[in-house]
């Protein structure tokens, strides 16, 4: 162990200005609390329903100084918006009611993302009004703007106990949301702070040989320099390796970019939070992609004091780095999912007719699945998540609390996917499978009293 670990010190590195512009060491009074969940699905205003246990849920948002979550859908009145449902959507059309926008800050959200595949389903005008409407309530959000440098910037909140920063990016996304700066004479596009993964598919060395034999067979083959171990088919990459699986390299550009963020947001900030949108490998898939682990830390090491994984519609593991909470996925915590109107391209997908069939028939089409590959959202697991409290002492993390909640998977559409405190044997569910997620990355989650705890000591890590 060096001197700097012996000491609680982070050993300094390149890029990182300590004396200059400050230390990534967290600078928060003790008692600082971070709330984070997942991702918000919600289409109407529920504070106003009579619902006590989904008011239990609605106190435990408020008992933070920072309540965090990832805005999953647009903000605006249908009857007024100039825009357009897009060609290129996340899969469904995601809109709310504007007094969703003011109902998200009665709940005790202070601080969103808005950088996921559903920024772009009503193209820039969605966008545009959205953050609109987020302002309006006093809704801190990161992770779009009007070109890259606005979307990838940090954003802050104040709060009486520290200043909070916020830089978002996402994975999985529309090719027509990624934001672009200008160049030359042409200007900067709007869209999200994208980050691009190239996917290649691992397969046993004698599957890539009979690949090889498919590509040399193929018409317009030319053969060339091969490397044994890899090869690309009908534009997809293959490469050697001991089981079948995907795999994601991170765009180096893209990462330098999310980390310079990082640092200056942390240089004007007392805490940082980063998150990412990413389905990858799938929304099947209860482990994190490959390249996320490395990406984690190095967010970590630039200076987040917390980074959020959102994306998978399911709980992954959590790791602790550094005294700092790795969190690869939070699941859903709204899927209020009572989209209307959902686009012509909705109905010809599920094979609908918008003369005979409606909006609810068609969003429970798209979320029952029915595809081997795509199994929707028919499983309970997409309607079982925590609420991950932070809190934090000496300037360390002293103790993760994590609340089991379910979002009414058996009910009927028009009540389904408001969160609520988990039952006592649903929640011992909860906690034992994300108990055994989070394993590999050397987390011990307690049991107590039907919540998850992870206990730290200060200055101990």
């Given amino acids: 162990m060096d001197k700097d670990s012996e000491s609680g010190r982070h050993p300094v590195q390149p890029g990182v200005g300590y004396d200059l512009v400050g230390s990534i060491a967290t600078n928060v009074a003790d008692g600082f609390t971070m ?43 249908i009857r007024s918006f100039k825009g357009s449902p897009q060609a290129e959507y996340g899969g469904a059309y995601h809109v709310s009611l504007p007094e969703v926008g003011p109902d998200l800050k009665a709940m005790g959200f202070n601080i969103v993302s808005l950088a996921n595949n559903h920024l772009f389903d009503w193209g820039v005008e969605g966008m545009r009004e959205t953050s609109q ?18 979307a990838g910037a940090a954003r802050f909140l104040e709060t009486a106990r520290g200043r909070v920063a916020l830089v978002s990016s996402a994975s999985t996304f529309t090719p027509l949301s990624r934001a672009a700066d200008p160049a030359g004479e042409a200007p900067g596009r709007a869209g999200l702070n994208s980050l691009r993964l190239a996917r290649s598919i691992v397969v046993p060395p004698e599957m890539l040989e ?40 991170a765009d180096h550009s893209d990462v330098a970019g999310i980390l310079r963020n990082v640092r ?19 929304n099947w898939s209860q482990e994190p992609p490959d390249y996320e682990h490395a990406f984690a830390r190095r967010l970590i090491d630039a200076g987040a004091d917390a980074y959020v994984g959102h994306g998978s519609h399911q709980l992954r593991g959590i790791e602790i780095y550094k005294g700092r909470p790795i969190f690869y996925s939070l699941g859903n915590f709204i899927m209020d999912d009572l989209r209307t ?35 929707g959202f028919s499983d309970p697991v997409f309607y079982e998540s925590v609420v991950a409290v932070s809190r934090f002492e000496e300037n360390q993390l002293a103790e993760l609390r994590l609340i089991p909640i379910e979002l009414g998977h058996a009910k009927r559409l028009a009540n389904r996917g408001v969160p609520r405190l988990a039952s006592a044997p649903q929640a011992k569910v909860i906690l034992e ?25 200060p200055n101990s890590l």
Avoid: W
């Fill in 433 to 457: 499978r994300l108990q055994t997620l989070s394993q590999p990355f050397g987390t011990k989650i307690a049991i107590e009293n039907e919540v998850g705890v992870i206990r730290l000591r």
């Fill in 133 to 150: 409407a987020l302002d309006r309530c006093g809704i801190v959000h990161a992770g779009a703007g009007e070109n890259l440098a606005q």
């Fill in 264 to 282: 200056q947001g942390k240089q004007f900030a007392d805490f940082c939070i980063v998150t990412n949108h990413g389905h990858e490998p799938g």
């Fill in 341 to 375: 109107p959902v686009g012509a391209d909705m109905f010809a997908a599920q094979g609908k007719d918008p003369r005979l069939d409606t909006d609810a028939e068609v969003t429970a089409a798209e979320m029952g699945g029915g595809y081997e590959t795509d199994p």
């Fill in 210 to 249: 009979s690949l090889r034999r498919i590509r040399n067979a193929l018409p317009g083959f030319r053969p060339g320099r091969d490397d044994p171990d890899q090869l690309v088919l009908a534009g997809t990459a293959y490469k050697a390796g001991d089981k079948a699986c995907y795999s994601y390299e």
């Fill in 35 to 77: 709330i984070a969940v997942g991702d918000l699905i919600v289409t109407r205003a529920l504070t106003k329903s009579q619902d006590s246990a989904f008011g239990a849920i609605v106190k435990i948002l408020h008992e933070a100084d920072v309540t965090f979550g990832n805005m999953e859908t647009n903000i605006f009145d």
